[in-house]
């Protein structure tokens, strides 16, 4: 079942704007950090995976159905931690469809870590056809647009989303949500930082998001290519050097702690104000 690029009009919906930075703090589970807040407000669920789409050796997109409940309400940019072990080891996964479809969610794993939570979603795909039930608690995170009322909390008048590796998978949520759903105007930017070109696997959806929306933008940058690759080449920072924003940018950002280390200090030192930062680091 293909979830996404729901023929919905652009246009509708409020143009919702930026909310603060993650400064969560609170109880940890492999680099999970809630508050209690976050806790509290999550609930406890079971899914059905429903398909798997494998898009090379390294990636694939999980597909899941909700048994139980059969609705959850979240807000794109939030995470959910999956049950991944009998002794109740969690790990935490984006979700990367829109809140828009609130039925079912959709998880994109990388599979190179390999460890008990890679490992789990690997034996889940090995018999899709299978009913394979999932528990898990969420949704969870404040990487949002907005907060839990809806609101944003700085004006943000352009949005820059910088993803590496799978941290791309909130930023589609987002994009899917801010242009289809809620038909926000507002130049978007999307930087997508990965090895080759082969590891591009959304490259044809994101294309076809510029191809819909006049003002989202799309680059890729690749630190290996090879000679035929004739876009941007190199790391998601020399791109935010590179580039103009005009004032009131929203920065979101998402991949590994070095990058996001990195990236957040050459915004600062370009003269970002930090509540104009935001980051979702996974590793
Ligand atoms: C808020 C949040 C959202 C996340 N969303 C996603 C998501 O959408 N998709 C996804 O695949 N993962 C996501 N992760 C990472 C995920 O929670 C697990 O850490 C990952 O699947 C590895 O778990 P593991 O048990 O297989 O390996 P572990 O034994 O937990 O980790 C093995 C090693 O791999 C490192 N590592 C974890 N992820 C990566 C990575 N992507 N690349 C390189 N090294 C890594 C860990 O830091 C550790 O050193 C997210 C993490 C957080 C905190």
């Given at each position: 079942m293909q979830l996404w690029l729901l023929p919905s009009p652009p246009g509708a919906g409020e143009n919702d704007k930026a909310c603060r930075g993650d400064d969560r703090i609170g109880r940890e589970n492999k680099g999970m950090r809630m508050t209690i807040k976050e806790i509290m407000k999550a609930i406890r669920f079971s899914a059905r995976l429903e398909d798997v789409l494998v898009y090379n050796d390294r990636f694939a997109k999980y597909e899941f159905e909700l048994t139980e409940p059969h609705r959850l309400e979240f807000l794109a940019g939030q995470y959910l931690t999956i049950?991944?072990?009998?002794?109740?080891e969690m790990r935490a996964y984006s979700i990367?469809?829109?809140?828009?479809?609130?039925h079912g969610f959709e998880l994109l794993i990388d599979?190179?870590?390999?460890g008990v939570g890679v490992n789990f979603f690997k034996r889940l795909g090995l018999n899709p056809a299978q009913p394979q039930i999932i528990k898990g608690l969420g949704p969870?995170?404040?990487?949002?647009?907005?907060?839990r009322l809806g609101q944003a909390e700085v004006d943000e008048q352009a949005l820059v989303l910088v993803a590496t590796g799978c941290g791309v998978a909130p930023m589609m949520s987002v994009l899917l949500d801010q242009l289809?759903?809620?038909?926000?105007q507002r130049p978007i930017t999307l930087y997508w930082g990965m090895?080759?070109?082969?590891?591009?696997?959304?490259l044809e959806d994101f294309n076809l998001l510029v191809d819909t929306y006049a003002n989202f933008h799309f680059y890729p940058i690749l630190?290996?290519?090879?000679?035929?690759?004739?876009l941007s080449r190199g790391h998601v920072d020399d791109l935010l050097v590179a580039h103009d924003f005009i004032p009131q940018t929203g920065f979101y950002l998402c991949g590994g702690r070095s990058m996001i280390v990195e990236n957040k200090q050459l915004l600062t030192d370009r003269?970002?104000?930090?509540?104009f930062i935001h980051h979702e680091h996974f590793f």
């Open positions: 049950q991944v072990s009998d002794k109740g990367c469809s829109p809140p828009a479809i609130d599979h190179q870590p390999n969870m995170g404040r990487f949002t647009l907005v907060n289809q759903t809620k038909g926000d090895r080759k070109a082969e590891d591009l696997f959304w630190s290996q290519p090879t000679p035929e690759w004739t003269g970002i104000l930090p509540q």
